[in-house]
């Protein structure tokens, strides 16, 4: 079943504030590099939400959505936001080698996020050596995987099955351990990073790839964000410093685990926001109602990046 069939995306509150951290990101790239011509590719489902932050946020005007259901494919064209959206019906490993050399979109950075509904697999590891290999220069590469632990066997077959995937950088000294599901969301981070690395090395590529998001999120189903800029030699040094600022958002230690609020619960913590002082139960018992201590903890963190579910597109 398709997965616009089973979850409204913007309706995941965990996903909808990884989805503004990348964004704001590629905003603060955006004024080091050359964006003015910025293409957005990506699978926009039938709600195209990131399609939205890209040409409000970074105001991209052409755009690539690639749908293979075919019953999604009727539903994108008929809920298609924007005029300069192009739909294209097929796999992305049909689709994209095909986009790579065409005059319309080699000659621009592209902003490409491929954002799978499901773990890893031969076919999507191939989009992501492709991608490494064939965009172009400047371009900002993103990757959505699931990681829930039986998606790659059992733990006593994960390294053998993680290994078949992403090849030798995944180390041999690897212990069962190491792929438990509690721990395999940041080694997959790790290791699909380590992968893009090695796949621009193994092409020569001028300006390698310098990985610059890492966002583990859960809402109901453990993921994992990973990605990077592959620039031109000349803005190497820059997108590097652009990364290693404090004021960086596209590498969160830890998981982001958002709690469901309504508009007015979340407008009043926000009210109290920012504070040099913890929020705590104590505080938002006196505002009249209760979270958790971890709920609150997450809101704190992450509260300008927090959906607003009045909004009809997140």
């Not at 990506?42 to 709600?47: E, V, Y």
């Not at 990364?243 to 109290?272: C, F, Y």
Request: hydrophobic share 40%; net charge neutral.
């Amino acid at each position: 079943m398709a997965s616009f069939n089973l979850v409204n995306y913007s309706l995941r509150p965990s996903k909808s504030i990884q989805r503004a951290l990348a964004f704001d990101g590629v905003r603060t790239l955006q004024g080091k590099l050359d964006y003015k011509n910025l293409l957005y590719v990506g699978f926009g489902s039938i709600w195209f939400t990131d399609f939205h932050l890209a040409h409000r946020s970074l105001s991209v005007q052409e755009m690539v959505s690639i749908e293979v259901d075919p019953v999604g494919y009727v539903r994108a064209l008929f809920n298609c936001p924007f005029r300069t959206v192009k739909i294209k019906k097929g796999y992305s490993y049909e689709i994209l080698p095909t986009m790579y050399g065409d005059a319309e979109y080699r000659d621009r950075p592209w902003m490409m996020w491929l954002d799978y509904d499901k773990a890893l697999s031969e076919s999507s590891v191939e989009d992501i050596r492709l991608a490494i290999e064939m965009l172009p220069a400047d371009s900002v590469f993103l990757v959505t995987f699931k990681c829930i632990g039986g998606n790659y066997g059992k733990p006593k077959h994960r390294h053998k099955r993680i290994k078949i995937l992403l090849g030798d950088v995944v180390p041999d000294t690897k212990v069962i351990d190491d792929f438990q599901d509690a721990v395999l969301p940041d080694l997959m981070a790790s290791l699909v990073l380590d992968f893009m690395k090695s796949a621009a090395a193994q092409v020569a590529r001028p300006g390698g790839f310098v990985p610059s998001f890492r966002m583990a999120y859960r809402d109901q189903t453990p993921m994992v964000t990973v990605g990077g800029v592959l620039p031109r030699r000349e803005n190497v040094d820059v997108v590097k410093t652009t990364i290693k600022a404090d004021e960086w958002s596209g590498m969160v230690s830890g998981t982001i685990v958002a709690p469901h609020l309504t508009t007015k619960e979340s407008t009043a913590l926000q009210a109290e926001l920012p504070s040099h002082v913890p929020l705590d139960r104590n505080i938002v018992q006196q505002l009249g109602f209760d979270l958790d201590d971890d709920q609150i903890e997450a809101f704190q963190k992450f509260y300008r990046f927090y959906p607003s579910f009045a909004q009809v597109v997140s």
